[in-house]
């Protein structure tokens, strides 16, 4: 079956690309490459087999002569050209990488180790837009999965780390570049507080690199991401709740989700401080032996100072799907409330994988 990729040569398209040709998915697809910019040019992909002419992405007849199109090109994108496909009467599947139609009635936030059943649900009953979820809202949850299928949980904080390519690949650059001008201006052998003066009037020059990230984030945190709702809340912070709430199958109880959402100096690693109240108090080994054993990624590090070094290390998670979950503890003032800490890649997980487990599911319905 022919498969349309748009935004592929994106950081989301890129690791989406890698991990299909690491599963063999291209074996059950035939893939069609769009592009906004590149459309006729030929082009090698690493990994396949010959050479491709790039499509005009932007073209609603190419397009529409196919029954499965995934766009990692972002929100602008699906705006306009998801409409326009619907408009003319293209009845194909559309997965997506853009926020754009997560809150559609009639789209799906893909995570199929939380909702299979609702994607299933979904392929029957003529649902064909299949949504990847915020990042962060993906890593909670596989993270918590133990407690959520048991329903134990009443309220949840996160406090989140976010990584640098979650605001895409220009920050990411930035911050590198950042780093290197605050490398630059000090001088290694003198004193902490001289080397702190000349990073901190570096940071605040008007050369200093920040287009993207408009304030210093190396050497810093950023606590608000994407937009201001007015009513002292982020769009990020929001999308942790309403978010978290669609894939869980918008239960009549929802699940109260709040925090602080916040941009940290790291690639693409997120974190997670989380602190969660369950309708009761369990014992301790009982809620890490269900976290533990909730699906195939997550793993849970011993609370100690060790364990969490080697375990809860940006470095190592960054590039796999592993998601660790660390620093649980409970509550002494209350016993039914538990801290814990995680992190996940935010391209892998946070990003391409949920799309690439959707585009097999949905291929595997649609044959
Ligand atoms: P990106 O890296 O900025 O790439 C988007 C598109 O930019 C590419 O597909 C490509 O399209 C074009 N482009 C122009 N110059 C390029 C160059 N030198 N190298 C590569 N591509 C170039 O976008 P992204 O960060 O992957 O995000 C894509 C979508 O996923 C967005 O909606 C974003 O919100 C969403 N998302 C991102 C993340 C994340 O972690 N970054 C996580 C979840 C969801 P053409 O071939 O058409 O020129």
């Known amino acids: 079956m022919k498969v349309g990729f748009v935004g592929w040569r994106g950081m989301v398209g890129s690791v989406l690309l890698q991990r299909m040709r690491e599963c063999g998915d291209f074996e059950l697809l035939e893939p069609v490459f769009f592009s906004t910019s590149q459309a006729s040019k030929t082009q090698t992909i690493e990994g396949l ?20 199109i995934l766009s990692c090109q972002g ?28 809150m559609q009635g009639n789209a799906i936030v893909v995570l199929d180790p939380i909702n299979q059943d609702r994607i299933a649900w979904g392929l029957k009953n003529g649902v064909k837009d299949y949504i990847g979820g915020n990042c962060t809202v993906s890593l909670m949850l596989l993270a918590l999965h133990g407690i959520l299928k048991e329903g134990l949980i009443d309220w949840i904080s996160s406090m989140t780390y976010q990584a640098a390519s979650g605001a895409g690949a220009q920050a990411m650059k930035e911050l590198l570049s950042q780093m290197g001008k605050l490398s630059e201006s000090a001088i290694s052998d003198e004193p902490a507080l001289d080397m702190e003066r000349r990073v901190r009037s570096t940071m605040l020059s008007n050369d200093f690199p920040q287009n993207v990230t408009q304030v210093p984030l190396a050497g810093g945190v950023i606590p608000w991401i994407d937009s201001d709702l007015g009513n ?64 195939d990624w997550v793993q849970l590090v011993n609370n100690d100072k060790e364990s969490t070094l080697a375990g809860l290390s940006t470095a190592k998670v960054s590039g796999s799907l592993n998601i660790p979950v660390g620093r649980l503890r409970q509550f002494s003032s209350d016993k039914s409330i538990y801290s814990a800490f995680t992190l996940g890649d935010q391209l892998l997980w946070g990003a391409a994988e949920p799309l690439r487990r959707a585009l097999g599911i949905v291929l595997r319905y649609a044959k």
């Not at 602008?76 to 990488?97: F, P, Q, S």
């Open 49 to 68: 087999d010959g050479s491709f002419v790039l499509k005009d992405a932007v073209h609603l007849e190419g397009l529409a002569q196919l029954p499965i």
């Open 75 to 102: 929100g602008e994108y699906t705006k306009t050209v998801h409409r326009a496909l619907r408009e003319i009467g293209w009845d194909g599947y559309w997965l997506d990488a853009s926020s754009t139609l997560r």
């Open 232 to 295: 002292g809340r982020s769009r990020e912070e929001w999308k942790g709740e309403v978010e978290a709430n669609k894939i869980l199958g918008w239960k009549t109880e929802p699940l109260k989700v709040e925090g602080i959402c916040v941009r940290v100096g790291t690639f693409r690693c997120h974190g997670q401080a989380l602190i969660f109240k369950l309708n009761k108090a369990y014992d301790l080994q009982d809620v890490g032996a269900m976290l533990d054993s909730a699906n």
